[in-house]
């Protein structure tokens, strides 16, 4: 297939000044997402516009290759229905995962779905290595799509605020950390690529692919929990990712567990509780390979007597957490997650929910603790979502839901 046969680019949408006629768009694609395919009478009834509205912005959309038809449905009073569904090619995006233990890039289609992932992993990133993995990669991914490739809307950069944070516990030198945290990885991409970028932490992200393609469907406002290598999170109030005044909400990870004293010591924080880099430190101690802490080994011998013994202590710190978190928030859930096997996140959130009957509740309504849906993906996802919503959404803020 030449060149001349892609498909035209995408008219340009998130302008700072959306008309009225983009905005129904966006009212009628996101009614679409959330519905999976509906009808132009189901369109007209769910987003308030009237038939004719309708007919013209599915039309609209068709032409721009945003949408496909499915089979008439047959049977009923009347002409049949034809419902209308996103069409998997009419745009992508590519999400980047940088973490402390590895980097994920995914290519994700209209629909969400992960259509191609790529692998980096790594002890610790080293930036010299890392920067130009970047660029390779991505360049590879856009040009798998070929005719296709006008399509990519952008792409979404989930990471740490600070890689280089809490480096002495690590075992890494200052320098180490001082190079990552001169680098502005989101100015970094820019340079590789002609491509729009955003950025956000690593967990907001992972909360941003739970919001839209998770448990956050069903909830309005929810903490976030992620266990990775450190533990993170994110908060959802009203159905939008609140960042805070630094992108930094839900930095659960910094949590104290107990009153500093009078003699100056400090207490321990969330991270060296609840991590997975606790679980690894003991899978070393015992000859173990480190990496089964991310997979099901962790739950085989010889692995399992370690993460057992890592199970109680971060369950005991996460309830801890979702205690003290529903004291200031007074949230409708807290939605756990990690990068562990799902037989693993099980048993934490059961241990969890155990630990969360010896707290007093009085004063405060306790919150549902419900289980992540996404996994090892959710940062990459929710890296990907940034440049689709920026280009597709009806709201300008964050994952504002239908109806809310």
Not at 51 to 63: F, V
Not at 289 to 315: F, H, I, N, S
Not at 371 to 396: E, M, Q
Request: with cysteine.
């Amino acid at each position: 297939m030449t060149t001349d046969m892609a498909p035209p680019l995408l008219r340009q949408r998130g302008s700072n000044h959306v008309g009225m006629r983009q905005f129904n768009e966006r009212v009628v694609l996101q009614a679409i997402r959330q519905n999976g395919s509906l009808s132009k009478a189901d369109l007209a009834r769910l987003t308030g516009l009237t038939a004719q509205t309708i007919g013209l912005i599915t039309t609209r959309l068709d032409d721009d290759g945003l949408l496909i038809r499915h089979d008439p449905v047959r049977g009923r009073i009347g002409q049949p229905s034809v419902p209308l569904a996103l069409n998997p090619d009419g745009a992508f995006s590519i999400g980047i995962k940088i973490g402390r233990r590895n980097t994920d890039w995914l290519l994700v289609d209209f629909t969400g779905r992960v259509r191609q992932r790529k692998t980096l992993g790594y002890a610790f990133p080293d930036a010299a290595v890392l920067l130009p993995a970047l660029g390779e990669q991505m360049r590879d991914l856009q040009n798998g799509l070929g005719a296709l490739a006008p399509r990519l809307v952008g792409v979404g950069i989930a990471a740490p605020l600070q890689i280089g944070g809490w480096h002495k516990m690590l075992g890494l030198s200052d320098a180490q950390s001082d190079t990552w945290n001169q680098i502005d990885l989101k100015a970094e991409v820019q340079r590789m690529t002609g491509l729009p970028v955003s950025f956000a932490k690593d967990t907001s992200a992972a909360c941003v692919a739970e919001l839209v393609a998770g448990r956050g469907r069903d909830l309005k406002s929810f903490l976030y929990l992620f266990v990775d290598t450190f533990v993170g999170g994110g908060l959802v109030i009203n159905s939008h990712l609140h960042g805070g005044l630094h992108g930094n909400a839900g930095a659960v990870a910094s949590l104290p567990l107990a009153v500093a004293s009078s003699a100056g010591v400090q207490p321990e924080q969330l991270i060296h509780q609840a991590s997975l880099w606790e679980l690894e430190q003991r899978f070393n101690a015992q000859g173990l390979d480190a990496t089964a802490a991310y997979d099901e080994r962790a739950l085989q011998p010889p692995y399992e007597k370690e993460t057992a013994a890592w199970l109680q202590p971060a369950a005991n710190a996460l309830a801890y957490a979702i205690v003290s978190g529903t004291a200031f928030l007074d949230l409708d859930a807290i939605v756990l997650d990690g990068s562990f096997c799902r037989p693993l996140l099980q048993r934490l959130i059961e241990r969890t929910r155990e630990a969360l009957a010896g707290y007093s509740w009085e004063g405060l309504f306790p919150a549902t603790l419900a289980t992540g849906s996404i996994g090892s993906d959710a940062r990459a996802l929710g890296g990907a979502w940034l440049p689709l919503h920026a280009n597709f959404a009806p709201d300008r803020d964050l994952f504002l839901k239908a109806g809310c």
